[in-house]
């Protein structure tokens, strides 16, 4: 199983940012991915997940609004889209997918957002 990721990202405030993580190994509609971040400093912040399969999404409060999922099963690769960056949306930010009794994670993409 691997989970691959787009690389990093800087964005000026108020811009939108879409990181990608491509999926290999197993059967991309099975199991969710889920999404969290690491701010710097910080301990890890779960944003969501999304199920490939049907496309149906669970936003954690804070980020409901400002975060969209998406997942194409055509190239089995899940998004994140987080817009009206600020600040404190610096991070790096990993997908990850639990499979039974394994978790299976990203090598995290390093957003910044910095004017």
């Known amino acids: 199983v691997q989970l691959v990721q787009s690389g990093a990202e800087l964005r000026n405030p108020g811009a939108s940012v879409k990181v990608s993580c491509k999926a290999s190994g197993y059967t991309f509609t099975s199991y969710y991915i889920d999404w969290v971040r690491q701010a710097p400093g910080q301990g890890l912040e779960w944003m969501g997940r999304?199920?490939?399969?049907?496309?149906?999404?669970q936003y954690a409060p804070k980020f409901q609004g400002r975060v969209t999922f998406s997942a194409d099963t055509s190239t089995s690769t899940a998004y994140v889209e987080l817009s009206s960056l600020r600040s404190e949306d610096t991070a790096v930010y990993y997908c990850?997918?639990?499979?039974?009794?394994?978790?299976?994670w990203g090598q995290g993409t390093q957003v910044t957002v910095s004017s």
């Open positions: 990850g997918s639990s499979q039974d009794e394994h978790d299976y």
């Open positions: 999304i199920d490939p399969e049907d496309g149906e999404t």
